[in-house]
């Protein structure tokens, strides 16, 4: 009875399935908190001593990966071999550039309108000012942060105090105590987010106005998700057997990869279905 009045009262039927089956599961309940890490080759339970070596971690493997990985190896998974540039393909056929991206400048009702679009969360990143607070102040902060929108907009550089980013690490799988075992993401400061959502929309426009992107791309784009993809290519699956033609289909999952001896970073993993 107490779970069929939850899925009855609910608007979203699937969604409040779920929840009820990972309540009792118990794999609803997420942990941020690592317990212990191995850190050169010793496993301790220090929590400072762990948040600080996560930090060293994740400040120096961007530039490990930049400075061994040449733009010819970045698909080949070759760190040595700069024969073939891989960038050429791009280069022939997009000789036409396209045109510069013009920022308009925000009025205040933007700048409104962008907060209130926020989404409603008392999470909060590296300032502890929470998304329903900018909400319920968006009448009084929209006319200072629309003179620094376009600050940022004519100028081209971004206050550094919005750069800061509080850095959580999740667990994806294999051995908890190893580094590599986690994904690092970012709880961004809200007010920046006001000025993400600005230059997105800037951004999308040009985009779209001009063409640049492709229709096969689904990713990140407004009105589109996984569905669409799997439906156009179910709908090409089934145009093609209707004519009796070969149908081959090729999936890529480029995955990171850090060794010890870091001399391979990353790994293409295709498989093919025909």
């Not at 056929?93 to 991206?101: A, D, E, G, H, N």
């Amino acid at each position: 009875m107490y779970f069929d009045k939850h899925i009855r009262n609910s608007n979203n039927l699937m969604k409040t399935s779920w929840n009820l089956i990972n309540q009792e599961l118990g794999s609803g309940q997420k942990n941020h908190g690592i317990q212990s890490l191995s850190i050169n080759g010793t496993s301790t339970v220090n929590q400072q001593a762990i948040a600080s070596s996560f930090n060293n971690y994740l400040i120096t493997q961007p530039s490990k990966i930049t400075r061994k990985i040449t733009p010819s190896s970045c698909l080949t998974g070759n760190t040595t071999n700069n024969q073939n540039n891989t960038f050429l393909p791009l280069n022939n056929v997009l000789q036409t550039p396209y045109p510069s991206i013009k920022y308009y400048r925000t009025i205040t009702k933007e700048i409104g309108n962008k907060i209130n679009s926020l989404k409603s969360s008392n999470s909060f990143g590296y300032v502890v000012v929470p998304m329903n607070l900018l909400r319920l102040c968006s009448f009084f902060i929209s006319s200072p942060w629309n003179s620094i929108c376009n600050r940022t907009l004519s100028t081209g550089i971004f206050p550094d105090r919005l750069k800061y980013a509080s850095i959580r690490p999740i667990f994806k799988r294999g051995k908890k105590e190893d580094f590599n075992n986690y994904r690092p993401i970012s709880l961004l400061i809200s007010f920046s987010k006001i000025f993400e959502k600005v230059l997105q929309t800037r951004l999308i426009k040009h985009l779209n106005t001009h063409n640049i992107l492709a229709q096969e791309r689904y990713g990140f784009r407004t009105n589109l998700k996984a569905d669409d993809a799997l439906f156009n290519l179910t709908n090409h699956t089934l145009n093609a057997l209707n004519h009796n033609s070969l149908i081959v289909a090729k999936f890529c999952d480029l995955e990171k990869v850090l060794t010890a001896s870091t001399t391979k970073y990353y790994e293409l993993n295709w498989s093919f279905m025909v």
